[in-house]
Nanobody
Framework: QVQLVESGGGLVQPGGSLRLSCAASGSIFRTYVMGWYRQAPGKQRDLVATITSGGRKNYSDSVKGRLTISRDNTRNTVYLQMNSLKPEDTAVYYC?????????WGQGTQVTVSS
């Protein structure tokens, strides 16, 4: 069983930055594909970015150049650095882990971009 705990969300003005963190339990974190998804009110949950165990990254078109995913296998943590934030980035952001044929989700952290 893997537990994921997100942190770092909050209220930020347009153009601002936030860094989300997701701490994972389990000794095989380094083998998992980690990802960030987001869900705005009334909308489906969408992919934001993923990173493989080897560090290969994938981003949705809407966040390319503004959001950066990274991982620290020594800390069992995945990060999402968010720059140049826009009001349309407002959503609950969820951490995701995929490994051993299983999917795991965190509880989510709210990000609100508003002036």
């Amino acid at each position: 069983q893997v537990q994921l705990v997100e942190s770092g969300g909050g209220l930020v003005q347009p153009g601002g930055s936030l860094r989300l963190s997701c701490a994972a339990s389990g000794s095989i974190f380094r083998t998992y594909v980690m990802g960030w998804y987001r869900q705005a009110p009334g909308k489906q949950r969408d992919l934001v970015a993923t990173i493989t165990s080897g560090g290969r990254k994938n981003y949705s078109d809407s966040v390319k150049g503004r959001l950066t995913i990274s991982r620290d296998n020594t800390r069992n943590t995945v990060y999402l650095q968010m720059n140049s934030l826009k009001p349309e980035d407002t959503a609950v952001y969820y951490c995701n882990a995929v490994g051993g044929g299983q999917f795991y989700w965190g509880q989510g952290t709210q990000v609100t971009v508003s002036s």
